[in-house]
């Protein structure tokens, strides 16, 4: 299911959609141009979560706050749990 969203926006706005959609466009539609600069911003944001989390285990990794993983996820992450609770890495 689907909602519609209705916007405002600027003549220069209006011109720059103009020119992205129909004849010589890269969109058929303004809607379809709309969801995918949405779609991407969703992709970048959610990239750049994915690099912040990458970032914090290189820094970890780096600090020495690292661990042979058991290979079981439940068991390493109660270990972790263990270690935090006790002030230990």
């Known amino acids: ?5 209705n916007a405002r926006l600027s003549k220069p706005l209006v ?5 992205m959609v129909g004849d010589g466009g890269l969109y058929e539609t303004p809607s379809e141009y709309v969801r995918d600069l949405l ?4 992709e970048r944001r959610e ?19 690292a661990f042979v993983s058991s290979g079981d996820f439940k068991t390493d992450t109660a270990r972790l749990d263990r270690s935090e609770a006790e002030g230990s890495p």
């Open 15 to 19: 011109e720059f959609v103009d020119r």
């Open 39 to 42: 779609r991407r911003d969703m």
């Open 47 to 65: 990239g750049s979560l994915v690099q912040g989390a990458i970032l914090t285990g290189y820094r970890d990794l780096a600090a020495g706050r």
């Open 1 to 5: 299911m689907s909602e519609r969203i």
